[in-house]
């Protein structure tokens, strides 16, 4: 691992009361242990939501990209829908 930065982190009471259970379980060895942990989990997730945002931006450019979209018509739209329910169902 790298070097390490001591930090002081001030939690909500309950929070503390689920480090401190997870650690007397013997989940973890220590309450940096699961603070460690949660941050491992919330980088994650956050690079995991940073791609997805990428992805999406991705998709609006293409989509603009692809030129004007013509007129909607929403009635034809439900109707389409509505059938393609039917049939998935085994009612059409």
């Known amino acids: 691992m790298g070097a390490y930065e001591r930090m002081t982190v001030v939690v ?3 929070m503390a009361a689920k480090i401190h259970a997870a650690v007397e379980a013997g989940e ?3 309450a940096s242990e699961v603070v460690r942990d949660a941050m491992r989990l ?5 690079e995991f939501r940073e791609g997805e945002l990428l992805a999406l931006r991705e998709a609006w450019d293409r989509g ?3 030129g004007v ?6 009635e034809s739209i439900i109707m389409r829908a509505k059938g393609k329910k039917a ?3 085994g009612n059409g």
Do not use: T, V
């Open 69 to 74: 979209a013509g007129p909607l018509d929403m």
């Open 42 to 46: 919330w980088s994650e997730r956050r």
């Open 28 to 30: 973890y060895a220590s």
């Open 64 to 66: 603009k990209a692809s």
């Open 87 to 89: 049939a998935a169902s």
């Open 12 to 14: 909500p009471d309950q």
